[in-house]
């Protein structure tokens, strides 16, 4: 019998992407979305992609009612959550709705998987939570930093309140059990070009803002910073592409449904280990796609952290999961998809 995986959020540019990999592994999925942070762009094609029309249902996760009635009317044996505001600089600008929104979508998710027989909950969590790192590489055993921007503080919380949840309904029959997936940097887009990053307005974050300059719809890069302690003075960071973060799902979803998980709520760090710099970014992407990219140096940005980078031993070790992709073919595909989007 086929498991059924709810994706929250399913037509975002994660979710879009987790979707296609679970299909592809032989799940059913159901997509949840409001729309209200994407257009369909992403969900046209999914199913372009899977070649077929993906079961979807529009609506939003802080309606409790509507939530419950999800679960209610559906046999869903798993839940990834990616359904919640994700820009950390207006989450600066408006906390509450962040708040309101990221915490209350999880909460009515997490209530009605309780009620309606769903134990397998999948958090969409950032490596965010470790803030500015004392030591890298950051294992999962890293302590958290306190956060940085109410959109990083949602995720804390949002770890704390599976962790909670697993706690008090272990043994129950209304028992949740989690994973945490804590996404280092994911950029890129499907090598098929029919999914991506799909950013709206001005983007905050690197490729997209890379990729928009080199098309043309952005004037200049700014790299924020190059005195940094670092070997070139930009920030280190760890890329990851997208699809392996999509397989990482994959991954850990199967953990769950063949019960292999050790203990009721485990951490993973999803990312490859590879840090990589501002700059070193920059003259891959213009290296490998052939073109020249108009940048300067700027003054750094408030809340960056000098330096970041994952050590994914653990989800090697017990997912069975590794990053694969290289950085020039997820620089490449993120080109790609900008062409496209530009109808070139
Ligand atoms: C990466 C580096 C910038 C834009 C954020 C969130 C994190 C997650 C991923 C959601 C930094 C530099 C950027 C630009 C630049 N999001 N940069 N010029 O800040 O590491 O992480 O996105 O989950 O939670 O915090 O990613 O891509 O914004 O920045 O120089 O125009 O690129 O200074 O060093 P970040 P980013």
Redesign the pocket.
């Known amino acids: 019998m086929k498991k059924t995986v709810l994706v929250s959020g399913g037509a975002g540019f994660i979710g879009s992407h987790v979707t296609v990999e679970l299909v592809q592994a032989g799940y059913d999925v159901l997509i949840a979305d409001n729309f209200s942070n994407c257009d369909e762009t992403n969900y046209k094609g999914v199913c372009a992609i899977l070649g077929k029309e993906m079961p979807l249902v529009k609506m939003d996760f802080c309606d409790a009612a509507a939530a419950d009635a999800l679960f209610a009317g559906h046999k869903i044996d798993a839940v990834i959550h990616f359904a919640a505001f994700?820009a950390?600089g207006e989450s600066v600008e408006k906390p509450l709705m962040y708040y309101r929104n990221n915490l209350e979508s999880f909460i009515n998710v997490l209530e009605a998987a309780k009620a309606h027989g769903c134990h397998n909950v999948l958090f969409s969590s950032?490596?965010?939570v470790y803030g500015e790192p004392e030591k890298v590489p950051v294992t999962e055993e890293s302590p958290r930093q306190p956060a940085t921007s109410p959109?990083?503080n949602t995720?804390q919380m949002c770890e704390d309140i599976l962790n909670d949840t697993v706690r008090s309904t272990e043994g129950s029959k209304e028992e949740i059990r989690g994973i945490l997936l804590r996404?280092f940097?994911?950029i890129g887009a499907h090598p098929s070009a029919l999914i991506g990053e799909l950013p709206r307005g001005v983007?905050?974050?690197?490729?997209p803002?890379i990729t928009q300059t080199a098309i043309g719809r952005r004037e200049c890069?700014?790299?924020?910073?190059n005195d940094y302690p670092t070997a070139d003075g930009?920030?280190l960071?760890d890329y990851i592409d997208i699809v392996d973060l999509a397989k990482a799902h994959v991954y850990a979803v199967r953990r769950m449904l063949e019960g292999k998980m050790k203990k009721g709520c485990e951490v993973f760090n999803v990312g490859t280990g590879r840090p990589v710099s501002?700059l070193e970014l920059v003259n891959a992407f213009e290296k490998v796609n052939g073109v020249k990219l108009n940048w300067k140096f700027a003054p750094?940005?408030a809340g960056?952290?000098t330096a970041?980078w994952a050590d994914p031993t653990l989800a090697n070790n017990e997912l069975g999961w590794k990053a694969e992709r290289s950085v020039e073919q997820t620089l490449a595909a993120a080109w790609a998809w900008e062409k496209r989007l530009a109808g070139k």
């Open positions: 994700k950390v950032s490596a965010t959109y990083g995720k996404y940097n994911p983007p905050n974050n690197l490729v803002f890069l700014s790299i924020f910073g930009t920030c960071r501002v750094r940005r960056d952290v970041i």
